[in-house]
């Protein structure tokens, strides 16, 4: 593209809360024909909310108000949206949040903590697993939050399993409209995220995505769109967390959501920054009509 048009789309970009950082980015996106979305934060609010608490029954079984009061203690340290979910929701109840003694975040798993001399695990069945519990009698109630989209949050106390919390993210409202347009485009979508394969599918179906790459740890979002790129794929990836930073720099073009963290904002070519996803949707028209001008 001539200059000109470059510094007339990005222009018109601005114009629509759509920051591109290079002629670059603008003249790439044209060719995209793949987008991957982060699912927590980018296709849905980012804001969870506690729904539920399932305590297992049984000789030291726990009601449910004990059970939630002990896992926001452990989940008070903890930095995570989901864990922010569960202190809030146990305030929200009344509880009181206990202090916690020990505290461990093991990334994209959950946490290990201890709290009133209990140790406590919270987070995945990968996190339980890797422990060694077994934790086959949590997995109905895990499996009914996830088929629903909601996150389950597995919980062992002193190495028994104890219960299952779920935990709820809306999706934003033009998420489905903006894959809609994408697939009239031509591009395909993808969701990529570390959270379980279950609730990602759920999700993926509220709003049209028809591939979910899920339970992908953080230091591996990159490597899936290495591999979208080794099968010829010209890849978009638009995502908001820290977690998102190396897979954003990777793609062909990162997207960042103008409302998540700094470290995506500076590792993606482009800032949406409205958030929405309909900001994908105009970048990539931008961009093609910028080339179609120059032909
Ligand atoms: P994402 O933000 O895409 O869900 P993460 O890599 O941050 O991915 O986390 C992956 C999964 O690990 C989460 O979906 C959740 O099930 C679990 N997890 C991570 N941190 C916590 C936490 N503090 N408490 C409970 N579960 C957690
Ligand atoms: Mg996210």
């Known amino acids: 593209a001539t200059p000109l048009s470059v510094m007339v789309g990005t222009g018109k970009g601005a114009r629509a809360g759509i920051l591109i950082r290079s002629a670059e980015a603008l003249e790439t996106a044209h060719r995209l024909d793949t987008v991957v979305l982060d699912k927590t934060g ?35 340290d903890s930095e995570h949206p989901l864990a922010a979910a569960i202190t809030d929701g146990a305030r929200d109840r009344g509880l009181t949040v206990p202090a916690v003694s020990g505290f461990d975040s093991v990334t994209g798993k959950g946490v290990r903590a201890t709290v009133d001399g209990r140790a406590l695990l919270v987070g995945t069945a990968r996190l339980l697993a890797d422990a060694g519990i077994a934790a086959a009698e949590l997995t109905a109630a895990a499996d009914a939050f996830s088929a629903q989209g909601r996150t389950p949050v597995l919980v062992a106390v002193d190495g028994q399993p104890a219960g299952v919390l779920a935990v709820a993210d809306t999706v934003k409202d033009d998420s489905a409209r903006a894959v809609a347009a994408l697939h ?32 992908v740890l953080p230091e591996h979002k990159a490597d899936e769109i290495r591999r979208l790129q080794g099968e010829g794929r010209t890849v978009g990836m638009v995502g908001d967390g820290i977690n998102d930073a190396p897979a954003l720099a990777r793609a062909d073009v990162g997207l960042a959501i103008g409302t998540g963290t700094d470290v995506a904002i500076e590792a993606a070519d482009i800032t949406l920054i409205s958030g929405s996803l309909s900001g994908v949707v105009t970048a990539i028209r931008l961009s093609r009509a910028t080339l179609r001008n120059i032909k």
């Open 184 to 215: 009239r485009l031509g591009v395909r979508t993808v969701i990529l995220t570390g959270d379980n394969a279950r609730t990602a599918a759920a999700i993926a179906r509220q709003v049209g995505i028809p591939r979910v790459l899920a339970e």
């Open 42 to 76: 980018t296709v849905t609010v980012g804001k969870p909310v506690l729904t539920d608490v399932h305590a297992v029954e049984g000789v030291e079984g726990f009601t449910e108000e004990e059970l939630l009061r002990l896992v926001a203690g452990a989940e008070a």
